[in-house]
């Protein structure tokens, strides 16, 4: 069976340094917002190209934070693609603010410029750009549309580490990049982590005291806060992926040309171009026929996956807040998106045998 991700073989690597790296935080004592944390927030925002990062608990709260530090009027509109993860969506919410979804550019799935354009009202305060599956988005295009309008931008990064746009990295771009380290992303926890990555000095110490209580010195609270911290052990973990994400990221680029290559043209594959350096978290691939296919590949002993079956317009969460409008292009995304395997693990050799059983669909 070719597994779509198996976490323990991911990791396997990397079992010596994080036994080494248990053994030291033990012994240290310190389990939350000590050295590990401070050490991988300072390396992390290097590798970026940012001047600072805050460790937070989870993907979500990233964006949450990101959103209260910018403090705006409550019921204000932030434009979010439509065919997003859910949780893009409920960091606005969980903020008072109003989601405005816009269309993506079917050949890319990331948020189209052209239809940002046309949503913006005079009751807009923030675009929040999603770089899916590993590939920026039109950053350049995105920002001209923000400065003019004077549009602040939060970039949603949870599945872009380390992916650029004309040679800068995701989480650059805009005022925030939040990140997610989920055990499944190119730059995985071993359980659920988060990031804030800014270049404004005032603006990370709000998300650091909002992560913290409100607390910028122990029990003197300023703002009303949240528990939303990267502990230690996390953190000691990611730095040690962190210095392998490159590599990482290498093979999983290595894997997706395999699938370039030689998948026939039956399939709708990612689109390439020179100005992006995608970093392949999901290799998504459509098909008409998505749950035949998925299906067939399983008959085989391939194991894939759907990101996503739902668009989020279409989610009981939504009701009442956007499940009364259609979104044509996010629907036909998500009725025949299917997601191939290309975790670290694989080899090319289980690539092709992925390759040869599609090619006979």
Not at 176 to 182: C, E, K, L
Not at 257 to 284: C, M, R
Not at 300 to 310: F, L, R, V
Request: one cysteine or more; glycine letters at 6%.
């Amino acid at each position: 069976m070719i597994e779509y991700e198996n976490l323990s073989r991911l990791n396997q690597p990397f079992l010596a340094a994080y036994a080494k790296k248990f053994k030291s935080v033990m012994e240290r004592g310190w389990f939350v917002l000590g050295e590990e944390v401070s050490d991988f927030e300072r390396d992390f925002a290097a590798y970026c190209g940012s001047h600072h990062c805050a460790g937070v608990a989870n993907g979500l709260d990233a964006l949450i934070l990101s959103l209260k530090a910018l403090n705006f009027q409550l019921k204000k509109e932030v434009l979010v693609p439509s065919n997003t993860y859910i949780a893009t969506i409920l960091s606005i919410l969980h903020c008072g603010l109003k989601p405005v979804l816009v269309e993506p550019d079917i050949e890319t799935y990331n948020i189209d410029p052209r239809k940002i354009l046309e949503a913006v009202t005079k009751e807009t305060v923030a675009i929040v750009v999603v770089h899916l599956y590993g590939k920026c988005c039109a950053m350049e295009e995105i920002k001209a549309i923000a400065d003019a309008h004077d549009l602040k931008i939060i970039e949603d990064c949870a599945q872009a580490h380390g992916a650029t746009f004309k040679g800068k990295k995701a989480g650059t771009f805009g005022d925030f990049g939040a990140f997610s380290f989920y055990p499944t992303k190119n730059l995985g926890a071993l359980g659920d982590g988060g990031g804030v990555i800014c270049n404004n000095e005032e603006q990370i110490q709000m998300i650091k005291m909002l992560r913290n209580y409100g607390s910028d010195k122990k029990y003197y609270n300023e703002v009303v806060g949240y528990n939303s911290r990267l502990d230690e052990l996390q953190a000691a973990f990611l730095s040690i992926k962190l210095s392998h994400l490159d590599s990482i990221n290498d093979h999983k680029k290595r894997l997706a040309s395999i699938y370039d290559i030689h998948l026939k043209g039956d399939f709708v594959k990612p689109v390439t171009h020179p100005d992006y350096n995608d970093v392949y978290h999901i290799y998504a691939i459509r098909h008409p026929h998505r749950d035949k296919l998925k299906a067939y590949l399983l008959e085989n002993k391939i194991k894939t996956e759907i990101h996503y079956p739902i668009p989020p317009h279409r989610q009981k969460a939504m009701k009442g807040i956007c499940n009364d409008m259609r979104f044509p292009i996010a629907e036909e995304i998500h009725d025949t998106v299917l997601s191939l395997p290309i975790s670290y693990f694989h080899t090319e050799d289980e690539i092709m045998r992925v390759v040869d059983a599609m090619n006979k669909f």
